[in-house]
């Protein structure tokens, strides 16, 4: 079975820096994975998607995100952090099913604080 | 604005009662997804309707049902509500389920 490891629950950076977001995945093939944000009391929105092109995906807001195969991981960043990026932040692998369908797994989001 | 939009937006009820979620799906999608999203679960996939067929099913406990309408709006169905099914529930649609998911604002389900 696939899973996401999101290795920080809570992640705080000051305006105007760096930002970045730890994914780790586990797959027995070649999987689709997404980065999902979430602002308070909204429902999820897709950044951004990897799904066996290019290994650096570019997405909404200035967010990107690289597939390391040799790591298994699915890091987000962004290179200058703005206060309306605080929010939750989940990793997605998508799971193949013997229907023949697909399902999102979840990883346990981490929370992004911007400071002033 | 994802084009998923879902009703109530909030939903406050008592222990022993039965609510109906409903949704309506991205113009053009078939797929249709329920989750549930608590501080002590997190997220959690429910139940996957494709044009009508259920495809998949997650943690959706025997007490809650769906279905998907010919029109593609799917309903999702709670009921012997317990004060434990207090959380925000989400809907979402997708052109196929190889494609992603694109997300509702959610139903905020409080029982009381």
């Known amino acids: 079975a696939q899973s996401v490891t999101q290795l920080d629950s809570h992640v705080s950076v000051s305006e105007g820096t760096p930002v970045l977001l730890r994914c780790n995945y586990s797959?027995?093939?070649?999987?689709?994975l997404f980065w999902y944000v979430q602002h308070p009391n909204k429902g999820l929105q897709l950044l951004l998607k990897?799904?066996?092109?290019?290994?650096l995906v570019k997405g909404i807001n200035g967010f990107e995100a690289e597939f390391k195969k040799s790591e298994t991981s699915f890091h987000l960043t962004k290179p200058s952090a703005h206060m309306s990026d605080a929010a939750e932040y989940f990793c997605?692998?998508?799971?193949?099913?013997?229907?023949?369908?697909?399902?999102?797994?979840f990883g346990t989001g981490t929370r992004l604080k911007v400071l002033a | 604005d994802s084009g998923v939009t879902q009703t109530p937006k909030h939903l406050i009820t008592a222990t022993g009662q039965r609510v109906t979620l409903r949704c309506s799906p991205r113009?053009?999608?078939?797929?249709v997804y329920w989750y549930q999203q608590s501080l002590d679960q997190g997220l959690q996939f429910l139940i996957q309707?494709?044009?009508?067929?259920?495809?998949a099913k997650g943690n959706i406990l025997e007490r809650f049902s769906a279905q998907q309408f010919p029109d593609l709006h799917s309903e999702l169905n709670l009921s012997s509500l317990e004060l434990g099914d207090s959380a925000l529930y989400f809907c979402?649609?997708?052109?196929?389920?190889?494609?992603?998911?694109?997300f509702g604002p959610g139903t905020r389900l409080t029982v009381l």
């Open positions: 979402a649609s997708s052109a196929t389920s190889r494609n992603e998911q694109f």
């Open positions: 797959s027995s093939y070649s999987p689709s």
């Open positions: 309707y494709y044009n009508g067929e259920e495809r």
């Open positions: 990897y799904t066996s092109a290019a290994t």
């Open positions: 997605v692998v998508s799971e193949g099913l013997l229907s023949g369908t697909y399902k999102y797994i």
């Open positions: 113009s053009g999608d078939l797929s």
